[in-house]
């Protein structure tokens, strides 16, 4: 029951977020004109940058269907494209200054209503009252379909872009690239500081009051919920520290607090694995104490330390509750590119365009949901790998 109810859960994410991965596209015969786009000639980049470029669209739009006339009937028109065509063509001439005054053949996104409708989310034969792609403009698809202006192609804007307003233009690069910043400052913390407090309770620590209380708060800490570390980053971190709201460093320092506890007990438990008659063949001959611990007893124990490391790495890839109290949440557009510039991660993600009211976002969840899922089964696989390839049974 427990599978067939997975099976239908996974099915529903799939069948909403496949359709994420491609985007209509309309093929425009753009005319970059001069007067518009650097009327003094200047080609300097600030110039170039503040052109209006969505009026261009427009312009080839209107070429395209030069019978559409009326106010209203040449909004209904521009609404056929995405907001964002515009930013993509400035892309194209401050790569190229060359393309001004040049008439070329350009694919553009269309908008999130034309894309529904093209993929058959909207229904042409329910009222026109009832729906938001009206008759007019469904002709206006018909046409470009059938003079092949109009195809459904791989969308690569939804792993090359970051968060956006706009559906059609919204990626998860921005929070792909977070979601690695932070979790290589959880490892960098958190593995070297476990595997430490690891051997040092499992081989060197003596056993009395004290470190039995030590061990009973770290397996109380690994129950702790997620947002309780969360709570603690924003107080302490932020609060008191300082340190710079919804950055990789400030995240991977609270998930480093949350997975420390995970990895100290999978680094216990694959130390206590190891036979004693190995430190006790390596003590015969005259290793000391240090050097049996870190020449014979951790490599023998690293496959499960690492294995229960990158479980718990696994884990705060997922985390999304933490983060949220450390301002993760916020709307960035920009890839970070370092650990103290703005980000989120795909949790956080998901969360924003789960809430987001446009129907498109709605398969762009589910699509980074099915992206989240393929790495957590991807590090998943890797620690049974690593595990079934290194163990040694004893």
Known sequence: MAALILAALLGSIA????????????????????????????????????????????????????????????QALAGLISRGAGFDLRSMVLADPTLIGTTGRYWVK????????????????????????????IAWLDALEASGDLKVRFDTTFFTAGDSREPEQAGIRGATVGSFLTLLVTLALSFPF??????????????NRWTDLIEININNLAAVPSIVFGLLGLAMFLGVFGMPRSAPVVGGLVLALMTLPTIIIAGRAALTAVPPSVREAALAVGASKLQVTLHHVLPLAMPG??????????????????????????????????????????????????????????????????????????????????????????
């Open 305 to 394: 330390v690492m294995t229960g490391t990158i479980i718990g790495m696994a884990r705060a890839l997922g985390e999304s509750a933490p983060l949220l109290m450390i301002g993760m949440v916020a709307f960035i557009v920009d890839i970070p590119g370092s650990f103290t510039d703005p980000a989120t991660v795909l949790p956080v993600q998901i969360y924003l365009w789960a809430d987001s009211p446009e129907r498109a976002f709605v398969a762009k969840t589910s699509a980074a949901i099915l992206v989240l899922l393929a790495f957590l089964v991807a590090m998943n696989a890797l620690a049974v790998v690593l595990r079934r390839r290194f163990e040694r049974r004893w």
């Open 194 to 207: 476990g595997v430490l407090a690891a051997l040092y309770l499992e081989e060197f620590a003596p056993k």
């Open 15 to 74: 069948s909403k977020g496949i359709s994420a991965f491609f985007q209509t596209e309309i093929a425009l015969d753009v005319f970059f004109d001069p007067q518009v786009i650097d009327p003094e000639g200047t080609r300097a980049p600030d110039a170039l940058q503040a052109a209006n470029y969505q009026a261009l669209v427009k312009r080839a739009l209107e070429a395209r269907f030069p019978d559409v006339s009326g106010r209203r009937d040449k």
């Open 110 to 137: 269309s908008s999130d209503d034309a894309d529904s409708f093209v993929k058959g989310k909207v229904s042409r034969v329910s009222s026109e009252s009832d729906r938001r792609v009206k008759d007019n403009e």
